[in-house]
């Protein structure tokens, strides 16, 4: 409970000490409901103009919106064995501590913020709130995940948030992305920011001597001289560049964070671009 106590403090600390909650707002939409139609005034949005009724009227009409002023937050974390894993801190435990940043930001802005903990199916979903001890409550029940031998379920996952998730929300999706998630519909649906939690020794590992590797997914285990990681680093890397191409098919935004990096600096980074 102390370490989870000091996890939320840091987050705390981080968030306000750099105003991430003000990058955030800078992805509100300018969505809204439709109220009418008006002429055209000097310094009024041109795209705003309805060419149907100004051609009929033969005078510029615009159209006038109800500006919504809240951005649904929702962030889906996939708890997969994998993430049981760090040579600096666990990648579950950096998972947490960004869901905290991410949860403080919206608090800051007023808006709903929800979550979703996934992995084998969706384990927890709290529903938005405002409120500051529903991150905490995140924070909680993702240290305390456990997700050794959970075998992923991307299918699931992806026809989940299209079914719960509203339109027009600003969804992240935090995982380390060893499964490959389509993202062709769920992007059109709402607006995706994919966060990939890695550990640097995982993309880059040391020429070990007689070891014993465990898949934390399905628990396998693996022994023997393991001297070139030729093989496994190549196949990562294409791992890597088939999932960053999809991003930029989909115009999904993503950053990269590692167990061993500051994630409010990495976050800003990406709010900043």
């Given amino acids: 409970m102390n370490n989870i106590k000091k996890l939320i403090l840091k987050a705390k600390r981080g968030f306000f000490g750099d105003k991430l909650g003000n990058n955030i707002s800078t992805f509100r939409g300018q969505g809204g409901d439709f109220i009418e139609l008006r002429e055209y005034y000097s310094g009024d949005?041109?795209?705003?103009?309805?060419w149907n009724i100004t051609a009929k009227q033969n005078r510029p009409f615009v159209k006038i919106f109800r500006e919504e002023r809240e951005l649904n937050i929702v962030v889906s974390t996939i708890l997969s064995g994998s993430t049981f894993f760090g040579s600096?801190?666990?990648?579950?435990?950096?998972?947490?501590?960004?869901?905290?940043?991410?949860?403080f930001s919206a608090?800051?802005?007023?808006?709903?913020?929800?979550?979703?903990?996934?992995?084998?199916?969706?384990h927890i979903f709290r529903k938005p709130s405002k409120k500051s001890f529903g991150i905490e409550k995140d924070v909680l029940n993702i240290t305390n995940f456990d997700s050794i031998g959970k075998n992923v379920?991307?299918?699931?996952?992806?026809?989940?948030?299209?079914?719960?998730?509203?339109?027009r929300s600003l969804l992240f999706l935090i995982s380390d992305f060893y499964s490959h998630i389509e993202l062709k519909y769920l992007s059109?649906?709402?607006?995706?920011?994919?966060?990939?939690?890695?550990?640097?020794?995982?993309?880059?590992?040391?020429?070990?001597?007689?070891?014993?590797?465990?898949d934390g997914t399905t628990g396998n285990r693996n022994e023997g001289i393991f001297k070139n990681w030729g093989g496994y680093s190549s196949k990562l890397k294409e791992?890597?560049?088939?999932?960053?191409?999809?991003?930029?098919?989909?115009?999904?935004?993503?950053?990269?964070?590692?167990?061993?990096?500051n994630p409010i600096i990495e976050l800003k980074k990406l709010f900043n671009r």
């Fill in 107 to 122: 608090i800051k802005n007023g808006d709903p913020f929800s979550s979703h903990i996934f992995a084998d199916f969706e």
């Fill in 45 to 50: 949005d041109i795209r705003k103009i309805d």
């Fill in 188 to 214: 059109k649906h709402s607006d995706i920011i994919a966060i990939i939690i890695r550990d640097k020794l995982e993309e880059n590992p040391p020429e070990f001597g007689q070891i014993t590797l465990i």
């Fill in 153 to 167: 379920q991307i299918a699931f996952i992806e026809d989940k948030l299209l079914k719960t998730v509203k339109r």
């Fill in 239 to 261: 791992h890597d560049l088939k999932l960053i191409n999809d991003f930029n098919k989909f115009g999904v935004r993503f950053v990269k964070i590692y167990t061993d990096q």
């Fill in 88 to 103: 600096v801190k666990l990648k579950r435990d950096l998972i947490a501590e960004i869901v905290a940043i991410l949860g």
